[in-house]
């Protein structure tokens, strides 16, 4: 099932973490995890959801956070950024039923994804879903580039896609 947060207190920051078991793992090499964590909580909290439209949409199964995404303002869309499905809960569909169903509640809007080049699954999953390449490189918000990227697009209809 479809959840999404607009905001900070409408996530379960806990629940959410277990998504990002690995990513948290990474980053934890360079500070601790519980500093990861706490890093990404402000970052949520003073930047991403003081953001207009940004949203963190939660695939949701038996009341477990299974998959997660964010969405935020980019171009003429919304960028989906930073999909993840927690270890566990892998090979079963999730990631693709969460941006499935992303789509079809954002009628309308064409909604951009940038995807390692290196990353076949998250490239087949999103194709799979309706994107389509449009750039051969992935230029983030911040406006940096990333040639070992590429840039995807769906474009939704006023009834979904």
């Known amino acids: 099932m479809l959840y999404l ?25 360079n500070g601790g995890l519980l500093q990861a964590e ?12 003081t953001t207009p439209e940004a949203v963190y949409a939660i695939w949701m199964q038996n009341g477990a956070y ?25 090979r079963r569909g999730y990631a693709g039923k969460l941006i499935c169903a992303v789509l079809a509640a954002f009628p309308g809007k064409k909604i ?8 076949t699954a998250s490239l087949a999953v999103h194709k799979k879903c309706g994107f389509r390449k ?20 769906a474009q939704t209809t006023e009834k979904g896609l």
């Open 5 to 29: 947060a607009k905001s900070m207190h409408q996530l379960q920051f806990g629940k959410l973490m277990e998504v990002y078991t690995e990513s948290n793992a990474d980053k934890a090499e």
């Open 38 to 49: 706490q890093d990404f909580y402000q970052y949520l909290q003073e930047c991403f959801f």
């Open 66 to 90: 299974v998959s997660a995404l964010r969405l935020e303002p980019y171009k003429d869309g919304l960028l989906l950024a930073a999909l993840e499905t927690a270890p566990e809960h892998r």
């Open 112 to 119: 951009y994804s940038h995807i390692s080049r290196k990353n």
């Open 134 to 153: 449009i750039a051969d490189t992935a230029v983030y918000i911040d406006g940096s580039v990333n040639p070992g990227a590429i840039t995807l697009c």
